[in-house]
Nanobody, 124 residues
Framework: QVQMIESGGGLVQPGGSLRLACEAS????????MAWFRQVPGSVRESVAA????????FYDDSVKGRFTISRDNGKSLVFLEMNSLRSDDTGVYYC?????????????????WGQGTQVTVSS
């Protein structure tokens, strides 16, 4: 049984930093793309960043480029999202997702496995 468990969310002031982690288990992910999405109440879930497990190639939404970094630890099946210079519009529930042979990393339907989400609140 595949499990995706996020951690690391919390309350942070504008300009601060947080590091999210996603522990993926239950299968091998060598052919998968791992991604982070976020959602605020009343809005659609939006893509934030993704990484190809095998090659390490990364993708970012324009809104987070230069501030967020996605990475993975192959040995421990962990995916990280390092978030710096946080802004109030980064607030939301952040979800980790995994999908095989993903073509469009922004497409929710491309991801088969999802975590339960972790809340990130950026506020003074």
């Amino acid at each position: 049984q595949v499990q995706m468990i996020e951690s690391g969310g919390g309350l942070v002031q504008p300009g601060g930093s947080l590091r999210l982690a996603c522990e993926a288990s239950g299968r091998t992910f060598i052919s998968h793309t791992m991604a982070w999405f976020r959602q605020v109440p009343g809005s659609v879930r939006e893509s934030v960043a993704a990484i190809r497990w095998s090659s390490g190639m990364t993708f970012y939404d324009d809104s987070v480029k230069g501030r967020f970094t996605i990475s993975r630890d192959n040995g421990k099946s962990l995916v990280f999202l390092e978030m710096n210079s946080l802004r109030s519009d980064d607030t939301g529930v952040y979800y980790c997702a995994a999908g095989p042979y993903v073509v469009d990393w922004r497409s929710e339907s491309a991801y088969r496995y999802w975590g339960q989400g972790t809340q990130v609140t950026v506020s003074s």
